[in-house]
């Protein structure tokens, strides 16, 4: 039976209007029967059947959604991409598990290692294992590349901590200290920088559950708060309401403040800034600047705040074509049409660009993730997995630099600031000439070359504001800590998972980490089946050709072939409603990130290669007029 239906949304529900009347149950049992015959579809696992909470989810709290499969554009929170399980992949849905939960109570609390004790303290592994071990040779890649990672993060996955308590250290010695706070990561007597400030605790607040979308789940689910799938969502936002709130509803064109420098000398366009009562960012204490986008991190740092303002730039820049090329267009037609060119532009850059540096370019060819063509299969779960979002995208912090470069029209280093002073602070991007040094920063400074730690600004002081106090975090302790916050299983099962033997003992691991390290992991777990997820693949000596070790490239490539393949609007699917024409799929492959650049920045030359570092300022670059125009004329209605 065939019905013609539409969908409603708001920011958490989904308001269902049919022509014709249905029944609820029946499509609720028949989504739940589709999903338990789902399997994997994925050349990386070696499972086919995943833990069943989301079957628990279908069951209890799905939100009946009815769809018009002859809609030419995305829903905004993501529902409806997949006909059969609406829900699929949609914002405030349960993140995927790939393994079960480990809980020690098989529900909540965090597990503890085999022999009954206590697992070893975040912050005590990673002055162990992790805070000594650095190096500073130069990459041959740039930090864009560590940018354009965290851009596309943003764009799938958001896990939020639950802040209803400010300072879990500031609870602990209460009667009754409250469940969010429970865990707080322990600071070493003997700990290398916090040793002479007296400090015996870091703040860490546990995730909010599904419980906090009125969905009490056992054990412990965890909602995905944006749309899945790769789609620009961190521009446009995951509901109707939050796109309707950042669109100018004139000439398809998003909202943006057209602000002068300090120096009165030229006008820029940035992203528009949130309403507020006082001078301060309602996000941050120490800020001036709030910019608003689809996302609600945009201002967590420089590089971040960048980027959203690149694409803010661009959309605006691509809707003016548009309308140059087809003067009748609405602005609805005007805004989804461009809106759907930038989310082509984004998947054709991670996949073509940024992918096969991280994964290695001869194993995403082989494994369909750099491909001519997408072929869309329905029956593969396109959600964003625990694994991936908790653990395996997170090793790429190890990329973050401590410094941020501004580099001047001259290629001299203008100034240079620590990422670490200026998180939630994107206070400098306004000033002078600082969207165009910063960006020719991110182009032209060596990238940090891979190794097993973070770098030692975010290892200690991340989000430390009030100067000179030492109050900062430790980014690597807080991902190892929300590792087992979110139940994710050990390094060892995953390694099974992925067609690695298991190991065990603990000499079993020199087949992927260093015997170093190995000796460490000796002294800190009971046995070899106690190692964190984190803990282990950070470890791992990366594969040839690739930034990752082999146990976390399969877990990003089993992500990026589900955003791949089980999105019906990835951008070269054909017969779907809206697909590109043959003609506007050759431009937008043609599109790299320096075309972006080309077209929202002063810069008029850039490489080829745009996440290759230079090096040397004075090597040969390519003009924007010449090499990175952008000719939208395949979207001209009539020729």
Known sequence: MTQKIKVHQTNYFYTIAAYYGTHVQTIIILSIIILLQTHAQSPFLHTDVFPLTNEDYMRRCAPVVMCNPNSKYRSFNGSCNNLRVPTWGASNTPFLRLLNAEYSDGIYKFRQQSNGSQLPGAREINTQLFLNNQWYDFDELNVLLMQWGQFIAHDITLLRPDLSVADCCGVQNISKTPTQCQNVINIPKNDPIYLNYNRSCMSFNRAVTSANFSCPLMPATFMVEVSQYIDGSQIYGSSDTIAAGLRSFISGRLRSDILKNNQNTRVEEFCPQVNRTTLQCDSSTNSRVCFQAGDIRINQNLGNALLHNLFLRFHNHL???????????????????????????????????????????????????????????????????????????????????????????????????????????????????????????????????????????????????????????????????????????????????????????????????????????????????????????????????????????????????????????????????????????????????????????????????????????SSIKWNCDEHFKIDLEAWREFK
Not at 495 to 503: E, N, Y
Not at 530 to 544: F, M, N, R, S
């Open 319 to 617: 809707a003016s074509k548009l309308l140059y090329l087809n003067q009748f267009w609405s602005d609805e037609m005007l805004y989804q049409e461009t809106r759907k060119i930038i989310g082509a532009v984004i998947q054709h850059i991670t996949y073509d660009h940024y992918l096969p540096i991280i994964l290695g370019e001869t194993y995403a060819e082989y494994y369909g993730l750099f491909t001519p063509q997408t072929m869309y299969n329905e029956r593969i779960n396109p959600s964003t997995s625990l694994e991936f979002a908790a653990s395996s995208f997170r090793i790429l912090h190890n990329q973050i630099p401590a410094q941020l470069n501004f580099i001047d029209k001259m290629y001299k280093l203008a100034f240079q600031v620590n990422l670490t002073d200026w998180m939630d602070r994107p206070d400098l991007l306004p000033m002078g000439k600082n969207i165009d040094w910063l960006t020719r920063g991110l182009v032209e400074t060596p990238g940090r070359e891979y190794q097993p730690s973070y770098n030692q600004l975010i290892s200690n002081f991340l989000f430390r504001f009030n100067l000179p106090d030492i109050t900062g975090q430790d980014l690597l302790s807080t991902d190892i800590q929300r590792g087992r916050d979110v139940g994710l299983p050990v390094y060892n099962e995953v390694r099974t998972i992925c067609g690695i033997p298991r190991a065990n003992s603990f000499d079993d691991l020199l087949d992927l980490i260093p015997f170093k390290a190995v000796q460490i992991l000796k002294t800190l777990y009971a046995t070899v089946r106690d190692i964190d997820l984190h803990v282990g693949a950070l470890l791992e000596v990366p594969e040839e050709g690739s930034m990752v070790g082999p146990t976390t490239r399969c877990i990003l490539s089993d992500s990026f072939f589900r955003y791949k393949y089980g999105d019906r609007f990835f951008y070269d699917v054909q017969g779907q409603p809206g697909s590109f024409t043959q003609e506007q799929l050759k431009t937008i492959k043609q599109i790299n990130l320096a075309h972006v650049i080309c077209a929202t920045t002063n810069l008029f030359t850039l490489p080829l290669d745009i996440f290759k570092s230079l090096h040397d300022f």
